[in-house]
């Protein structure tokens, strides 16, 4: 099999001739040729200039080869679209005026993402070409309710205090403002495969960070909405939200094809929790990178022999970390190979 019919029958819970690997943020700041290329320019730069952002994109392939490329963006540049600035500077994105009322979210706006967003795009088409069958082409979004913490807060947050503030004391607002963003990232999220991608992950990454009710009211029916479109396109839809032990039967509602795991559970226990019906993504945790080549592949092969054969995608429980070593990122993309081999 060949990178993109491996990871498609993976997503598909179809049998493979290996596990299929890749690594969330895999193009990115631990790599030397990427550091390079970002000494030359700033990151919203890289973001959107179609010949960089392929270049990034492709140089884990060069370098490991992965099974699935993940094209080089940012969620933050969707609610930038919107009409909502955002800065990068060191501790993440900033957003100089949080949406905090009905007034500024009625300000947002939800265009067309082809015309909003065309150097994504344009990434999109041109990875495709150069990476023929080589690997899987993955794209992303940044799931509702992720979009909406950064809007409310005005950046990363610890507590998210400000947007759990606004759900409980002003839910039609919280709600206005995720149906506007799910609105808009659903269109996003469906336009990507028919411009290249083979796949659509969603980043609902604090979405753990809400109890279970909540996470039933605030997340749970824009995920399902953002799904629907990836799928409503003809492609897999892989969903992420870290931390998510608690909330695995609400995860399988979305119809989320592939469940990316954090290493907080055991995949075993995850496959006893939800049975077959849902492939899985996961789980080393990224701080196994910075170790030894030997740690990272035991790591490796736990989790595959926890997730089993079919229907899984081995990769990390969040994304890669910029000070992992170069010699443990080959020992985890070699892991299911070496294993086949033995």
Not at 116 to 136: G, I, K, N, Q, S
Request: some cysteine.
């Amino acid at each position: 099999m060949n990178g993109p019919e491996r990871f498609l029958a993976a997503c598909a819970r179809r049998p493979v001739d290996r596990t299929p690997v890749w690594m969330m943020r895999q193009a990115g700041r631990y790599l030397p040729e990427y550091q390079a290329v970002r000494a030359r320019v700033d990151f919203l730069t890289l973001c959107k200039s179609p010949d960089l952002a392929t270049e990034v994109s492709l140089q884990p392939i060069e370098r490991f080869g992965m099974d699935a490329c993940v094209i080089f963006s940012d969620i933050m540049v969707a609610v930038e679209a919107m009409g909502a600035p955002v800065t990068f500077a060191t501790g993440g994105p900033h957003v100089a005026a949080p949406v905090r009322t009905l007034e500024a979210v009625e300000r947002l706006h939800v265009p067309d993402p082809i015309e909003a967003l065309p150097f994504v795009f344009e990434a999109l088409r041109r990875t495709r070409e150069e990476l023929r069958d080589r690997a899987a082409l993955v794209g992303f979004v940044g799931g509702p309710f992720t979009l909406a913490s950064y809007l409310v807060e005005g950046g990363s947050s610890r507590t998210f205090a400000e947007i759990k503030e606004l759900m409980c004391s002003e839910p039609a607002v919280a709600h206005a403002l995720l149906r506007k963003l799910a609105d808009f990232v659903a269109r996003y999220a469906g336009a990507q495969p028919k411009e290249g991608a083979h796949a659509v992950q969603v980043f609902d990454t604090w979405a753990g960070e809400l109890s279970p009710s909540m996470y039933e009211e605030f997340a749970l029916p824009y995920q399902r909405k953002v799904i629907a479109a990836i799928q409503g396109a003809g492609a897999p839809a892989i969903l992420y939200v870290n931390g998510c032990a608690g909330k695995l039967k609400m995860l399988a509602q979305t119809g989320a094809d592939v469940l990316s795991v954090d290493w907080r559970l055991d995949l075993d226990a995850v496959r006893a929790a939800l049975g077959a019906g849902i492939a899985l993504q996961g789980n080393v945790d990224p701080c196994v990178l910075l170790s030894t080549p030997a740690a990272v592949t035991t790591a490796a092969r736990a989790a595959m022999a926890a997730a089993g054969p079919v229907g899984h995608i081995l990769n990390l429980g969040h994304g890669v970390l910029p000070t992992t070593r170069l010699e443990c990122a080959r020992a985890f993309v070699d892991a299911p190979k070496a294993a086949v081999a033995t």
